[in-house]
């Protein structure tokens, strides 16, 4: 297999596991080329930041920042599968509710949501939202692809540097640790995504960055702390967070 073969499959694998688009990968799945798929999964995250940009743009035309802002969310909600927003809630639900170890990570195996996981889905895509609305049309397209970029990276940062808290999972993929390179490259895809950003508003992205930085680490060590490590819903949280933070960041500096 040539290696532009092999990537082009691995960016296709991270596409079907990130996304409900119509994408096929080409090469059988094992748990090694999973977790090589994860330097791409800031790359995904542009592109689903990029759908989510242009729903914005073209709301705008139309309505209100806070109907386009909404409208755009529920695109992205559309080709994620609300992926990442279940891992919010599930893992709200476990740390808030699980007095232990064990029993955080029951609760979390547990589809039906409670009072934690839905006010952790209230707050998140109500701030995402202010905060899409607070920006400049432009600058809110382009704050799309890179938060998006960049909280996907978190949650490969996270995955990279703690260990897989369960004996098996849907986050369990990389739980004999991730390739060398997955961790660099992956930021370096997440920066890439910002550049459109940094062109509009250089100290603004970087306010973001770090806020996403610092967000993701937080939420790291209180994730390893109360379970050990993470799991696949905990990375869906961190990617929350990480996106949160990056899009309140932004608001705070315009």
Known sequence: MSPWRREIGLMALAATFLTRLPLRDPDPFTPARMAASARYFPLIGGLVGLIGAGLFLAASLLWTPPVAALL??????????????????????????????????????????????????????????????????????????????ASRAASVAVMATSSYARETGAGGFGREGLPGATLPV??????????????????AVLTGLAAAAVATLAFRRWSVRRLGGHTGDTLGAAEQLAQSAFLLALAAWS
Do not use: Q
């Not at 992956?186 to 920066?191: R, T």
């Open 72 to 149: 755009a969310l529920a695109g992205i909600l559309l080709v994620t599968g609300a992926l990442h927003e279940d891992g919010l809630a599930d893992t709200a639900d476990g740390l808030g509710g699980g007095a232990t170890r064990d029993r955080a990570l029951e609760i979390m195996r547990d589809s039906r949501i409670g009072a934690y996981g839905t006010l952790a889905l209230i707050v998140s895509v109500g701030l995402r939202v202010a905060a899409l609305a607070a920006l400049s049309p432009m600058l809110a397209a382009a704050a799309l692809i890179a938060g998006h970029a």
């Open 186 to 203: 992956a930021l370096g895809l997440a920066a890439a995504c910002a550049l459109p950003l940094a062109w509009l508003d250089g100290p």
